[in-house]
């Protein structure tokens, strides 16, 4: 009686204590996390730096927008030395224009002690500071940032004589562009890290075919299409990336939780909220699972890709 031939779907089966287990058909590409070491703690890492990469990018995002937000939201009145108005008479005029204007929500007037403060890192002594003709400064929070402060400062400027009002504008427009050039950097690191990652993958799949050469010969003679070998290294590469994957995202969602453990301590008042902070909120974890997702499927594309590619070359 003869025997079957064998085709590229027959399964090897170990009945030993009553299971079945499916060996590969290609040499090293079954299912085992362990498979392609090397290969494992490469794209691990790449993932660990793309996790960071992701991170840094929605750190300046929500720095960004605090930054936006918190100059839109505030103005400074200066109230220069004048002649023709006493210091007292331009900061009670400015106080009740202040306390009258729609959108303004609080006008707290800047101590001299405050202001020399934030001098003192410049010009030195505060003593020095003490002779100098310093303007009274007025800090004005706003209801919200789409007040008409145009019309103020005209109303300002109109009573009282050496007043200005800065609305912040120049600086606003700079952190937004410093911002998004940060965030376009962190989305350009990203994107260099996804393309080596491809790379990565076409040279380990090369190698693997050339170790596996004589068998994919051996499955063409027995009828096997390019796309079932294909398919097979492409299962090989997508589990070998989703378990380093994994292993990246979760380096990193420790390195996150730790560094912003560590954040919180000692935090300055005086520059909360101009910093990007460490204190990740949750949606950083849950945009993290989109690496695995990205990840797999490149491994998966680019190693049935190359597959494709080079048995139409050489078969």
Request: net charge negative; with cysteine; glycine share 6%.
């Amino acid at each position: 009686m003869s025997t079957p031939s064998p085709t590229p779907e027959t399964e090897q089966t170990d009945t030993h204590a009553g299971r079945a287990m499916t060996a590969p058909i290609l040499p090293g590409t079954g299912h085992s996390p362990m498979a392609g070491e090397g290969l494992t703690r490469v794209i691990a890492i790449m993932c660990f730096l793309a996790s960071v990469a992701l991170g840094a990018w929605m750190a300046v995002g929500q720095a960004a927008n605090n930054w936006t937000l918190n100059l839109a939201q505030s103005l400074t009145l200066q109230l220069k030395p004048n002649a023709e108005m006493a210091a007292d008479e331009q900061m009670a005029t400015a106080l009740e224009i202040l306390k009258k204007a729609p959108g303004v929500v609080e006008a707290t007037p800047v101590s001299d002690t405050r202001a020399a403060s934030l001098l003192e890192p410049w010009l030195g002594d505060s003593t020095i500071i003490a002779t100098l003709p310093l303007p009274k400064l007025v800090e004005i929070k706003l209801a919200s940032s789409g007040s008409d402060v145009s019309a103020l400062a005209s109303q300002l400027t109109a009573a009282i004589p050496g007043a200005v009002l800065d609305d912040h504008s120049r600086w606003n427009n700079r952190l937004a562009r410093f911002a998004g050039a940060l965030r376009w950097l962190a989305f350009a690191v990203l994107a260099l890290i996804v393309t080596a990652s491809a790379m990565i993958v076409v040279f380990a799949t090369r190698a693997d075919m050339a170790s596996n050469h004589e068998i994919i010969e051996v499955l063409h003679l027995i009828g096997a299409e390019d796309r079932f070998i294909a398919g097979q290294f492409q299962k090989h590469f997508q589990w070998i990336a989703l378990w380093a994957s994994l292993m990246g995202i979760g380096a990193a969602a420790i390195v996150f939780l730790a560094m912003g453990q560590i954040s919180a301590f000692n935090v300055d008042p005086d520059t909360q909220g101009l910093l990007p902070t460490l204190a990740y909120r949750p949606e950083l974890y849950s945009a993290l699972f989109l690496i695995p997702v990205l990840t797999v499927v490149t491994a998966a594309l680019t190693a049935r890709q190359t597959v494709l590619r080079v048995l139409k070359e050489v078969m």
